[in-house]
């Protein structure tokens, strides 16, 4: 009897689904006023994992084209029908303890006219470097096609959780005519617009459960999740029990997830290439358990391409002002006195077009990242500049004033030493020899 219910509740959701488009409980609701609201969002899960429906928004679902097709064919729809769908679309066999390894390595690298990209990686560097350029310039038209992107993007927080990232219960506002999902607690009605509503909760899929769901009902083609930020994210909280399954030679092994109850697995047409900016973080410092599953690039700092996009920018040329030379410089001092990952990378500076802009590049962003980076150590935000610390000179960027002990609080009171006192001196003054000096380059004033 029971299989004889979830096989008209799967049928009749798969036919509003071609009906309407896109699917949600509230459609299917009025047909199976029996069934509670847990066991409809069941149903279109069901569906989804088999490759005929695929999420739209946590609510909304769309019928796949292989989903029409039996749809327009009218077949019942029953669940071991649905399983063998399923297990028709995990085209890669699964790695298993004491397996034979000799067996050909599968090829799960996109190569495309491309460099090669691997399964799992991470672009890391300095900041502006380009990470997240590269994945709008180059790697989004790879997963993107007639059809629309296949791919989706994120940027990792702290704050950002497992139930946002794979699934959890989140509440849900419905009509005051919602009976058969409705807390009946006084806690879980509320108020908008004078109308009764009620809050329910239901397990929601977070994106990396719906691109891994879109991924395995298209085998044929490659998707990709991008992850901005990934090392500014809790990862191994994040990923929870699923960062086994993330391994290239795990990829089609199934865990049971602990909100839903579904088995999940990740498909070998899936993606993951992430952002790690060092200064927030050394690879050293790393989980290590994220490490040894993904491939790391290193995206530097890219001095030739600064050089080439201002040596044609007028008045920089008439100065000889050579702006990539001063980067180098400046990240040859940040390296001896901090690390090699605080570097300033080119994309700070390489959309200026004027000695104005570059004022205002370093007013605005550089020399306060310096400040930042060296805790207001002064002193070594001149050395990176270029100027000496106690010494006051007409092009300097930072002024500098010495405050005497003897004029502050007179002889005898036990203060000696004078101490120097700095501040970023006014922008709109600066020449184009502030900025010579700092790598020793004659301008032509």
């Known amino acids: ?40 969002s069941w149903a ?3 569906l989804a994992e088999a490759g005929l429906l695929e999420p739209v928004t946590t609510a909304d679902y769309r019928i796949t084209k292989k989903g029409r097709e039996l749809a327009d064919e009218q077949k019942e729809i029953t669940l071991d029908y649905l399983r063998s769908l399923s297990q028709g679309l995990r085209s890669k066999p699964v790695a298993r303890p004491f397996e034979d390894k000799s067996e050909p390595k599968v090829n799960t690298s996109i190569d495309d006219g491309h460099a090669a990209l691997p399964l799992n990686l991470i672009l890391y560097g300095p900041p502006g470097t380009g990470k997240t350029r590269k994945f709008t310039e180059e790697y989004f038209q790879r997963f993107t ?26 509440p849900v506002i419905g009509p005051e005519d919602d009976r058969h ?16 509503k009620f ?15 879109r991924a395995a009902g298209d085998p044929d083609d490659r ?14 909280a994040l990923f929870g029990e699923l960062i086994t399954l993330i391994e290239e030679d795990k990829r089609g092994l199934e865990l049971t997830l602990p909100y839903s109850g579904d088995r999940f697995s990740v498909p070998p047409n899936l993606h993951i290439v992430g952002t790690m900016n060092t200064a927030d973080r050394s690879i050293a410092l790393l989980d290590v358990a994220l490490r040894r599953r993904f491939e790391f690039e290193e995206i530097d700092i ?63 962003k550089i020399i306060p990242l310096l400040i930042e980076y060296f805790y207001d150590d002064w002193t070594k935000v001149c050395s990176v500049l270029g100027e000496h610390p106690e010494q006051a000179r007409s092009t300097d960027l930072i002024e500098k004033r010495k405050l ?13 030493e004078d101490k120097w006192t700095y501040s970023v001196g006014n922008h709109q003054t600066w020449t184009a020899k502030h900025f010579a000096k700092i790598a020793g380059v004659p301008t032509g004033e």
């Open 302 to 364: 890219d001095y030739d391409a600064l050089e080439q996009a201002l040596g044609q920018v007028p008045e920089l040329r008439e100065q000889r002002l050579d702006v990539a030379e001063i980067l180098r410089r400046m990240n040859e001092r940040i390296s001896y006195l901090f690390d090699r990952d605080h570097r300033i990378g080119h994309g700070w500076l390489i959309g200026i077009g004027s000695l104005a802009e570059l004022r205002e590049a370093f007013y605005y």
């Open 404 to 416: 005497s002990a003897e004029n502050l609080f007179g002889r005898g009171q036990g203060r000696s």
């Open 223 to 236: 998707y990709a999740l991008f992850i901005d930020e990934i090392n500014r994210g809790n990862v191994p």
């Open 181 to 196: 999902h409705r807390q009946e607690s006084e806690e879980s009605k509320a108020k908008e617009d004078g109308t009764t």
């Open 44 to 46: 279109r899960i069901k």
């Open 145 to 170: 096609d007639g059809r629309g992107r296949r791919y989706e993007m994120i940027t990792f927080h702290p704050s950002y959780s497992y139930e946002e990232f794979i699934e959890g219960l989140r």
């Open 1 to 40: 009897m029971a299989d004889k219910v979830d096989a008209r509740l799967l049928t009749t959701t798969l036919q509003l689904a071609a009906t309407n488009e896109t699917v949600n409980n509230r459609l299917v609701a009025p047909q199976f006023p029996e069934a509670v609201h847990q066991r409809l």
């Open 199 to 213: 809050v329910r909760y239901e397990v929601v899929p977070g994106v990396f459960k719906r691109i891994c769901r």
